[in-house]
């Protein structure tokens, strides 16, 4: 008849012994007051949650009593749209640190749109403008192809002899503190800066 009180046991918690809850210092006790989330579990996120996305430690709004690892939450909420592979990567993947399979440090608030936060910028910071990533006018988040890039929209169109001639022969492998990239940045497009 639990399920007649305000506080229904669902799921994990119909699998609790009554005395878990109600057993406390060495005597019974039927009246428990407070029976949000919070009376009982500890705000396991402390303040790595804005109270836009966590107001009044409100642990349902993303919880069930299923298992804490079931999470529901319009992402569109956010500023950053789950699309393409990332419409399949956990939670857990993004916003925590784990090291030794144990979280070591959580980051929601903390994130902004920045591709490079979780990968790496392969390209060394030739597509960063004035602390702006570009990323996205190449990229989507289908894959790393340059989908999104065409050439003809650069100063140099690709016309001619040069459809022949590969990407690499015109960008040239550079190092930059020991790291090789690919150097796509070309300050003089003259012909005379590759052609004698
Ligand atoms: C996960 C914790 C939890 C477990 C497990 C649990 N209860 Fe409860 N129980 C509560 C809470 C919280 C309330 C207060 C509900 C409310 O505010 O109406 C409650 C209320 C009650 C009440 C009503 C008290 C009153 O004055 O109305 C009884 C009786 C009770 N529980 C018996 C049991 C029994 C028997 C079991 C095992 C079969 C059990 N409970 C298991 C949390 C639990
Ligand atoms: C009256 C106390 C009480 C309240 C209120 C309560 N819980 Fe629990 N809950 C417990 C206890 C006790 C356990 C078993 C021990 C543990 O795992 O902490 C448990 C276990 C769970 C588990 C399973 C944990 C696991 O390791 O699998 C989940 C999930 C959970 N609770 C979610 C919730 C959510 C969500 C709320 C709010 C809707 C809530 N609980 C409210 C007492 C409570
Ligand atoms: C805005 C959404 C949100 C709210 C609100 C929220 N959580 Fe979470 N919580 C998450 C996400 C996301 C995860 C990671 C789930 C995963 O493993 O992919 C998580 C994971 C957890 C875990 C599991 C950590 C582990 O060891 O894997 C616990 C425990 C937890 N939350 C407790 C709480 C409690 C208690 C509250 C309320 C005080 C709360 N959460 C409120 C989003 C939320
Ligand atoms: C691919 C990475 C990625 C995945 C997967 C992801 N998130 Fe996020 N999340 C982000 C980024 C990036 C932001 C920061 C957006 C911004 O700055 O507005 C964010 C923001 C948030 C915020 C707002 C935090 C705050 O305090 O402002 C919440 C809550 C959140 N995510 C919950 C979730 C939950 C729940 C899931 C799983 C259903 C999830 N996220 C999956 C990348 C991810
Ligand atoms: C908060 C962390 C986070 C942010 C921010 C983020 N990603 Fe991801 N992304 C991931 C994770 C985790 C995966 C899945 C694991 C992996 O493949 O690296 C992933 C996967 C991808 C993949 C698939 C890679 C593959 O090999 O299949 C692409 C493409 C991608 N992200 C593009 C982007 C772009 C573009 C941005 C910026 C708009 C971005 N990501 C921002 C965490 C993030
Ligand atoms: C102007 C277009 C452009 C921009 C902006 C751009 N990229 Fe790229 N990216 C490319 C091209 C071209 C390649 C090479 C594709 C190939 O080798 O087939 C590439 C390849 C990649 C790869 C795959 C490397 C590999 O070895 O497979 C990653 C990862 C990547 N870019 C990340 C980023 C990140 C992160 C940003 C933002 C900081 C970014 N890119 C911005 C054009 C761009
Ligand atoms: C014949 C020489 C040549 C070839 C071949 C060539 N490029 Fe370029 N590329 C250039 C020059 C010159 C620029 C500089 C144009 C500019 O700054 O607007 C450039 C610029 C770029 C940029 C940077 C655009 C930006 O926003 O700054 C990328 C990315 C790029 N090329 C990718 C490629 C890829 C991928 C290929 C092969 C499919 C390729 N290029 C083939 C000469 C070439
Ligand atoms: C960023 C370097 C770069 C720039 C700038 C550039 N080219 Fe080229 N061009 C190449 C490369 C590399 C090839 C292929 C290798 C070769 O034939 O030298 C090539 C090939 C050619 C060829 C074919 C040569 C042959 O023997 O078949 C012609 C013609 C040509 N370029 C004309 C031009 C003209 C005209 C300009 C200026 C509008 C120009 N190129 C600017 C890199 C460049």
């Known amino acids: ?5 305000d506080f229904k046991l669902t799921f994990a918690h ?6 878990v809850c109600h057993f406390k210092e ?20 402390e303040n790595a949650i804005s109270n836009n996305f ?4 409100n642990c349902e709004s993303c919880h069930s009593t299923k298992t804490w690892t079931n999470v529901t939450f319009d992402h569109n909420k956010t500023k950053f749209q789950l699309t393409g592979k990332h419409e399949n990567v956990s939670c857990s993947n993004c916003h925590f640190v784990f090291e030794n399979n144990t979280i070591i440090k959580q980051k929601f608030s903390s994130l902004n749109l920045n591709c490079s936060q979780c990968h790496d910028d392969v ?5 960063i403008e004035n602390d702006k990533e570009l990323c996205e006018n190449c990229h989507t988040t289908n894959n790393w192809q340059p989908t999104l890039f065409d050439h003809n929209q650069t100063m140099f169109i690709i016309d001619g002899a040069h ?8 960008h040239k492998t550079n190092t930059k503190n020991g790291i090789s990239f690919v150097q796509y940045k070309i300050e003089d497009i003259r012909c005379i800066s590759c052609h004698s």
Do not use: L, R, Y
């Open 1 to 5: 008849m639990h399920n007649e009180t």
């Open 14 to 19: 119909s699998a609790i012994p009554c005395n």
């Open 26 to 45: 060495q005597k019974w006790s039927f009246k428990i007051s407070g029976n949000k989330c919070v009376s009982c579990h500890a705000n396991f996120h």
């Open 54 to 57: 966590f107001d009044e430690n």
């Open 123 to 127: 390209h060394q910071g030739q597509f």
């Open 163 to 170: 459809q022949k001639v590969d990407c690499f022969e015109c």
